[in-house]
């Protein structure tokens, strides 16, 4: 039976972005492994982790645990990891691996080096280089020359965004594909029955407020806090904020929180399974992050007929066009934020211009369009 192994830093890469692809790779006949970090670093809780292994071996997926870090000076657990990577592929013969994550990415191309010259072909997806325009120099320095000197050993890559695949092409790659994200199940979500009220009960939330919904890491590269300190400067009361997420800036967002004595305003709600519920809670999505490839949530908002408020970076302006599915704005431009969130809140008719381009254009990225292009390429890297 033929083999493919799923590889990434951590097992919420997995289970959020990747668990189509595996069945993708199911029904063409693979045997499918995962190997990633089970242990740490995921985004989702650790419960639900446990649950997703589960998940996986009962669907018939063997799995690996690698301890993989999401910190590149953790050298003694890249080292490790790029170990049993090697390993993995030498005993197992696959005849493709997949890979995400920067780091995951750099151990899984290096590790199957010897592979590739058995006929494994190595798969990468780039879901946002931390090299673009606007990033630090720092960035730059570190990480454009990894992923160029890795792509030498990479089959195929794939970007999810314009940006990425522009300059992907200069490099080494036997192929680069643009694949327009990972496939949205946009009916699944338009479709959705959501007791609104009840549901807003759950947060404090009355009728007649706005509110406001944010969802990602709570890191600083999500900038939650910009949208926290434009709420402090929108007068109006019933604008609130729910944000979603787990992340090290918990405890920084809460205390900011409390000293602009925004308490009854904003919600920091932790991590939820039922986000795509949550955002038929909300009027407007708001999402401020720094750096983004093609973020799975600002679609998912899209597709649930939220007008956006969201950062001028790479990604984010694949989706949104300033003026038509909403706003776009400097990332730390506070003030910004907050005059667009208020055009939005007195004025109903906008939202609802938003909703309907937003609907109609996240078709794009809908689930099939991506799965015909995964599977051909799939099919064509296996079969070459």
Not at 229 to 251: P, S
Not at 284 to 310: D, H, K, R
Request: with cysteine; proline share 2%.
């Amino acid at each position: 039976m033929k083999k493919a192994l799923m590889m990434a830093s951590v097992a919420s890469m997995i289970d959020l972005f990747n668990m189509d692809n595996v069945k993708i790779l199911q029904n063409m006949g693979f045997e499918v492994y995962v190997a990633c970090n089970f242990e740490y670093g995921s985004i989702t809780s650790q419960e639900r982790v446990d649950e997703f292994r589960k998940e996986l071996e009962h669907s018939g997926v063997k799995t690996f645990q690698l301890p993989v870090p999401r910190s590149i000076t953790a050298v003694k657990d890249i080292i490790e990891s790029y170990k049993l990577m090697k390993k993995l592929c030498q005993d197992n013969n696959y005849q493709i691996v997949h890979c995400h994550s920067p780091i995951g990415g750099v151990i899984a191309r290096l590790a199957c080096r010897g592979e590739r010259k058995q006929g494994t072909k190595v798969i990468y997806t780039a879901h946002g280089f931390h090299f673009f325009k606007g990033a630090s120099i720092k960035s730059w320095i570190i990480f454009y020359p990894i992923e160029k000197f890795c792509a030498k050993y990479t089959d195929c890559l794939i970007t999810i965004n314009e940006e990425d695949f522009i300059r992907a092409k200069g490099f080494r790659s036997k192929k680069v594909k643009y694949v327009p994200g990972i496939g949205m199940h946009t009916e699944e979500i338009k479709n959705l029955k959501v007791d609104k009220k009840a549901k807003r009960a759950e947060f404090g939330f009355l009728d007649d407020d706005f509110v406001l919904i944010s969802v990602g890491q709570l890191s600083k590269r999500k900038n939650q806090e910009v949208i926290i300190k434009a709420i402090a400067g929108i007068q109006d009361k019933n604008v609130k904020l729910l944000i979603c997420g787990l992340g090290e800036f918990e405890e920084y967002l809460k205390n900011l929180t409390k000293q602009l004595h925004l308490e009854d305003r904003v919600v920091i709600a932790g991590y939820r399974s039922d986000v795509k519920e949550l955002l038929y809670v909300a009027d407007c999505f708001v999402f401020p992050s720094y750096q983004e490839g093609l973020p799975v949530a600002l679609m998912e908002a899209m597709a649930a007929g939220l007008p956006v408020v969201c950062s001028k970076i790479r990604g984010n302006t694949d989706l949104i066009e300033d003026g038509e599915g909403g706003y776009l704005v400097e990332p730390d431009d506070v003030e910004g934020f907050a005059s667009a969130i208020n055009k939005l809140y007195t004025d109903k008719e906008i939202c609802n211009d938003m909703k309907k381009y937003n609907t109609k254009n996240i078709t794009y990225f809908s689930y099939d369009n991506v799965k015909s292009q995964m599977i051909r390429i799939y099919g064509g890297i296996s079969d070459g």
